[in-house]
């Protein structure tokens, strides 16, 4: 895996509450994403990042926000969580000028 | 509404045949195309992809067939073998950014000894 790190790898939380999912990679690439995997839909990006404190929303950004303070940190946050957000989220990150995504191995939440 | 449609949506393959995924695509602006492979608990990794302007790309054992005028690309994955199984990502973007990466709904490959 390309130096990137996601935490926590596993987490249930129930209705509402607010939810925080951390990936820091050491790869010190530029662009950095979020993805959630859902069976029949297959990746689908919900936010990404062009470098710090510069983010834009994806596919399916509504209920998350993101926040990137440093170049190797990039924070996704469910505020409200609902049982549609159950899912296996996906980091990845890219270097300026290519298009090879790297995956981290993922974060599974269940909402309940 | 995918931007990117893949079949099959499971395949079972025996040891040494051929599997054979499927992607369309609508966008022509589409101008690179890339395959995925994800083994269980892990996330996807880059196997194998091809650009426009050529119509057969191969590495090892597996091979993308591009076909522009039709807008399909399919991957084909030699001599396949148990270690093969996995879920298979075909994906396409535009230009050389990931944030326009769109990828099918998935294929899982089973190799059966």
Not at chain 1, 17 to 29: A, D, F, G, I, K
Not at chain 2, 64 to 89: C, E, R, V
Request: aromatic fraction near 12%.
């Amino acid at each position: 895996d390309a130096g990137i790190t996601q935490s926590p790898r596993h987490k249930v939380t129930e209705t509402g509450t607010p939810v925080t999912l951390r990936c820091h990679q050491t790869e010190n690439h530029r662009y950095m994403y979020w993805y959630r995997q859902d069976p029949g839909h297959g990746l689908r990006l919900i936010h990404y990042s062009y470098g710090v404190k510069d983010t834009d929303k994806g596919e399916v950004s509504d209920g998350y926000s993101v926040s990137r303070s440093k170049t190797e940190d990039f924070l996704l946050t469910l505020e409200s969580a609902t049982s549609s957000q159950t899912s296996v989220y996906f980091c990845a990150i890219s270097a300026e000028g290519g298009n090879t995504i790297y995956f981290g191995e993922g974060s599974w939440l269940t909402v309940v | 509404q995918q931007q990117v449609k893949q079949s099959p949506q499971s395949l079972i393959v025996q040891k040494g045949g051929i599997s054979i995924i499927n992607c369309a695509y609508e966008n022509t602006a589409f101008d690179y195309f890339p395959w995925y492979q994800q083994f269980p608990g892990k996330g996807p990794a880059l196997l194998i992809a091809i650009r426009p302007d050529v119509s057969e790309k191969k590495e090892g054992r597996f091979t993308i067939s591009f076909n522009k005028s039709a807008k399909q690309f399919s991957l084909h994955i030699m001599d396949s073998q148990p270690g093969d199984s996995a879920t298979y990502f075909c994906a396409a973007s535009i230009g050389e950014y990931g944030n326009k990466l769109v990828f099918g709904a998935g294929t899982i490959l089973r190799v059966k000894s």
